[in-house]
């Protein structure tokens, strides 16, 4: 029914006088791109009061001036045909006029693409670093497709030009084949979400520190030491990482210790739930906690359990909360025994004179360091 009505349509143009169709073509397709544009911009209008946010603010202007061009191009085009049916006239003008709404649409999907990046990361530092890549690759698609049309609509033969882009594609494949790996591990680390700067990790090496950048090549990574250390994101992409930052910034801290069998291990927890509550960096949710972790050669293996706000205080807790146990159990009479060893030493022959000595039996202390 729409096909031959347009057929119909179409004869009863070429029935008008040449030029009177022109302009009826012609004038048609401006007022059609007239109402576009000023219905467009108040669609626009509309529609960015009721939904939230830019990002649908950025896609409808970048898409709203292509679709007007392609408006006019088509106007032209069909006053073109009515004008001439010559294909050394009529072919050269169709591939003018799809060259320019295919410039047009290029350039208005790089502002789209320019535009959403902004939108989507304009509160996240690393997703700044991250848009010029996605940006770039955007851009060089487009480019890429529009130059292939814009050859097609003029009868170039492309594929020459395909092969020699397949080769130069394969050498530079081999020569930055590093680089490149590097750049999607860049992209595959932002996606994935696997940390951000500012954020504590540990490497699988035992590295640990804070992420102080991120870039398209590497990450760098500040120790306790106030060493700079640096990684490439390839290494990162497909190795284990730890984020002591994430989910959430609180971290637990363990404080081992030994008593003495014969403790009272109540009067233990207590001791320690009273330590931890009165270190202004341990947090008060989760509740601190005590738990027996076993029965050791010389003494129970208790631990303190206790909540930190952020993963960076991690040694400075422990070390406060190593001297306040101590210091407690010294005022409540809590014993923390240490390795003990007896060696009996014996001559090795029973007839010799010396045999009749008594066996010597000394007992030695020894630090938690020699012990079995």
Known sequence: MQTQLATDLWADLQALPRWGSVVLVVGASLLAARLIQVGGDAAIRRLTRTIPGDVDR?????VHPALYVSVLAAGGYLGTRLLTTDPAWLDPATATLQTLVTVVWAVQLARL???????LTSDDRLGNRMAPIFQNVWSALLLGASAFLVLTYWAVDVTPLLASAGVVGIVVGLAARDTIANLFGSIALYTDGTYAVGDFVVL???????????????????????????????VLNTATIINESSPERERRVRVAVGVAYGSDIDHVE?????????????????EPRVRVRGFGD??????LLCWIPAPVLRGQATHRLNKAVY???LDEGIEIPFPQRVVTMERPNAGDSRAETPPTRVQSDESAEFAD
């Open 327 to 329: 210091r407690a159990f």
């Open 113 to 119: 693409g320019r535009g959403v990046s902004q939108e």
């Open 270 to 286: 207590d001791t320690l739930l009273a330590v931890a509550a009165a270190e202004d960096v341990v947090l008060d949710e989760p």
């Open 298 to 303: 010389s003494a129970l293996d208790v631990e």
């Open 204 to 234: 699988e090496s035992g590295e640990r520190g804070r992420v102080e950048d991120i870039s398209i090549r590497s990450t760098v990574l500040r120790t306790r030491d106030d060493l700079l250390v640096t990684v490439p994101n390839s």
């Open 58 to 62: 950025v896609v409808l202007r970048s």
